[in-house]
Nanobody, 132 residues
C-alpha cells in the first residue's frame, strides 16, 4: 500500500515560488502514476498536474507554464515546483497516486477534471497561501 506525505507549503507573496514535496513510501518505482490536486474552501478537489507511468506530464490550463511536476525515484519523492504564484493559487494541495503500467501513459490521457476520480491514494495535504 502506497503512503504519501506532502510538505513544502507555506505563505508567499504574489509572484513568488514554492516547491512541494511528496514522500512516497512502500511503492515500486515505475509502477505508479502521481498527481497533484488542490482544493479551495467549499469546492471539490481539482487537478493541477500529473506524472504518468511513462514519464509524461500534463497540467491544468490554469498552471501551465508556471508549475512543473517531477519525481526522483532514488529518493522516493515527487515534486511540484510552483512559480509565478498568484493569490488564486491559494488552496490545500494534495499528492495522489495510483497503480499505472510502467512505460505507458494512462492518467495523462484523461482530462484534468477526471484526475480526481482516477487516484485512489492521497496524502494529508499541505496549505499554500499566496498574498497579493
Amino acid at each position: 500500500q502506497v503512503q504519501l506525505m506532502e510538505s513544502g507549503g507555506g505563505s508567499v507573496q504574489s509572484g513568488g515560488s514554492l516547491r512541494l514535496t511528496c514522500v512516497v513510501t512502500e511503492y515500486s518505482a515505475g509502477n505508479h502514476c502521481f498527481g497533484w490536486l488542490r482544493q479551495f474552501p467549499g469546492k471539490e478537489r481539482e487537478g493541477v498536474a500529473v506524472l504518468d507511468g511513462d514519464g509524461s506530464t500534463e497540467y491544468a490550463d490554469s498552471v501551465k507554464g508556471r508549475f512543473a511536476v517531477s519525481r526522483d525515484n532514488a529518493k522516493n519523492k515527487v515534486y511540484l515546483e510552483m512559480n509565478s504564484l498568484k493569490p488564486e493559487d491559494t488552496a490545500m494541495y494534495y499528492c495522489a497516486a495510483d497503480f499505472c503500467v510502467a512505460h505507458k501513459s494512462t492518467v495523462s490521457r484523461l482530462a484534468p477534471r477526471q484526475w480526481r476520480s482516477f487516484f485512489g491514494t492521497w496524502g494529508q495535504g499541505t496549505q499554500v497561501t499566496v498574498s497579493s
